[in-house]
């Protein structure tokens, strides 16, 4: 069984900075592809941001050259840093384990407004 807990969400003003984290209760968690994602209110979930075991990383447009994903598998957990946050990129902040199986936490909420 795969736990997931997220952390680091906040209210942040526009332009300001936070750092998401997810850590993983896992065996072997360098084997799976990890990602972020997002669901606004009355919108549905959209992928943010995923690493694949080998550290390669793919963002959706939206958030490219915003926000930043990396891993410590030493520390089996996984990081979402997001820059320049605006208010469209508040909503509730998903992180999911993908191997054979897709895993997911319960979220972490990201407000962004003045």
């Known amino acids: 069984q795969v736990q997931l807990v997220e952390s680091g969400g906040d209210l942040v003003q526009p332009g300001g900075s936070l750092k998401l984290s997810c850590a993983a209760s896992?065996?072997?968690?360098?084997?799976?592809?990890m990602g972020w994602h997002r669901q606004a209110p009355g919108k549905q979930r959209e992928l943010v941001a995923v690493?694949?075991?080998?550290?390669?990383?793919n963002y959706a447009d939206s958030v490219k050259g915003r926000f930043t994903i990396s891993r410590d598998n030493a520390k089996n957990t996984v990081y979402l840093q997001m820059n320049n946050l605006k208010p469209k990129d508040t909503a509730v902040y998903y992180c999911?384990?993908?191997?054979?199986?897709?895993?997911w936490g319960q979220g972490t909420q990201v407000t962004v407004s003045s």
């Open positions: 896992v065996n072997r968690f360098s084997i799976f592809t």
């Open positions: 690493i694949a075991p080998g550290s390669s990383t």
């Open positions: 999911n384990a993908v191997h054979l199986k897709t895993y």
